[in-house]
């Protein structure tokens, strides 16, 4: 079960990085219309400059890029905004954190955390997000991460 949740982690991950890529565009302005924000061990992250989202099926995804580092947030079972706890048998709600070769990750059997989702509508989803994240048992990182003050105004995209 935890390699499926793996498979499926890597190929949301996979769907994020081709629907971050974009043409060039004629104007050098930047125009980030979400955001996703977190302190990661007690430093700054800020993966706006590459963060989607999407929801489907009551199944929220989130993810941004910044800095050599991923973090997604997958949610399952979900169809109202509300308060979800990471790390429960109760739920496949999951986060992966991927930097390099390494990579952390909460899943039913592993960490511990709450994502927060505030507004949750067909076209946006903002709320916040902490959580531990020990090393993943296929590609482990060094050391637990712990994510705090975490932040996230999405524009969700139509799958």
């Given at each position: 079960m935890l390699f499926t949740r793996m498979i499926l982690s890597l190929f949301i991950i996979g769907f994020v990085l081709v629907a971050s890529c974009s043409k060039d565009s004629s104007t050098?302005?930047?125009?980030?219309?979400?955001?996703?924000?977190?302190?990661?061990?007690?430093?700054?992250w800020d993966g706006s400059a590459a963060a989607v989202g999407s929801f489907k099926t009551n199944q929220l995804l989130v993810s941004g890029q910044g800095n050599g580092m991923y973090i997604t947030i997958v949610l399952y079972d979900i169809s109202t905004t509300g308060t979800y706890q990471l790390g429960v048998l109760t739920n496949n709600h999951n986060v992966n954190i991927i930097e390099g070769s390494k990579s952390w990750l909460v899943s039913p059997q592993l960490g511990s955390g709450t994502v927060t989702?505030?507004?949750?509508?067909?076209?946006?989803?903002?709320?916040?997000?902490?959580?531990?994240?020990?090393?993943?048992?296929?590609?482990?990182?060094?050391?637990?991460?712990?994510?705090?003050?975490?932040?996230?105004?999405?524009?969700l995209t139509q799958i």
């Open positions: 050098n302005t930047p125009t980030t219309t979400s955001s996703i924000k977190a302190k990661v061990d007690g430093t700054s989702v505030s507004t949750l509508t067909a076209t946006e989803v903002t709320g916040t997000f902490s959580f531990t994240a020990p090393p993943s048992p296929n590609t482990p990182g060094i050391g637990t991460k712990t994510v705090t003050e975490g932040t996230f105004s999405i524009k």
